[in-house]
């Protein structure tokens, strides 16, 4: 259940990754939504979201998300002492906005920019609104645990390549590594000395070094280089 859990995220980030150029480390907004959640289930987030991208992570959040929290006083206080300990992502906002409409403002941002988000809600609508919006992974709290959003109509839409043209990528990747290592193999063989040619000498080393008492490992490796100079 867990292998799948992480599998399931792993093929997600690489479709961010390929499509709309996902690179760790990974930038992850929460709102006071899902630090409440958090506290909920207790839920350390610092450790299990890291943990469930597999990635170096920032935890961010925004100033209106903090204004919002301390807006609902001792009802989300506790969210609000999570929320604080992440790092600011600027929204711009002087005059503090809804939460919801910032994070949206930010997704929208980081669609066309190099900054990119993953949003952390579990505020319905705004799920809705960021589903709209091409190229935002989604993370939410279920089951006691962090989830990442199936791909959304949207994003699926407005990418260039589906999951399978993606497995189909990284297989060929692989193929041409495999090929490249392949040729670095031969190369190396080609450059080095001929074994067929200095065995002879090899054996001679070989009872010398036997004889004298010699490592035979370096006696070989003087041999080698020698033969390999008087054949240039
Ligand atoms: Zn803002």
Same mark, same amino acid.
């Given at each position: 259940m867990k292998v799948k859990r992480l599998k399931r995220a792993n093929r997600l980030l690489t479709f961010y990754k390929y499509? #709309?150029? #996902?690179? $760790? $480390?990974y930038r992850v907004l929460v709102d006071g939504t899902f630090c409440n959640a958090a506290l909920q289930e207790k839920l350390n987030l610092a450790e299990q979201i890291p943990k469930y991208l597999t990635e170096e992570t920032h935890l961010m959040t925004t100033n209106c998300v903090l204004k919002e929290l301390e807006k609902f006083g001792p009802l989300l206080y506790g969210a609000l002492v999570i929320a604080k300990q992440f790092e600011i992502a600027e929204c711009n906002h002087h005059t503090p906005k809804a939460a919801s409409d910032c994070l949206a403002h930010l997704a929208r941002r980081a669609a066309s920019g190099k900054t990119k988000y993953l949003i952390a809600t579990q505020d319905d609508e705004l799920t809705e609104k960021l589903r709209t919006i091409v190229g935002t992974p989604i993370m939410y709290i279920k089951f006691k645990t962090v989830l990442l959003d199936n791909v959304s109509e949207a994003t699926k839409a407005g990418s260039t390549k589906d999951e399978n043209e993606i497995k189909k990528l990284k297989e060929l990747k692989k193929e041409i590594i495999g090929v490249e290592e392949v040729i670095k193999k031969k190369k190396k063989k080609k450059g080095g000395a001929n074994p067929l040619s200095c065995k002879k000498k090899l054996m001679k080393a070989t009872v010398e070094a036997v004889r004298t008492g010699e490592r035979t490992a370096t006696g070989k490796r003087k041999r080698t280089k020698k033969k390999a100079t008087t054949v240039e």
């Open positions: 499509n #709309f150029k #996902f690179l $760790p $480390p």
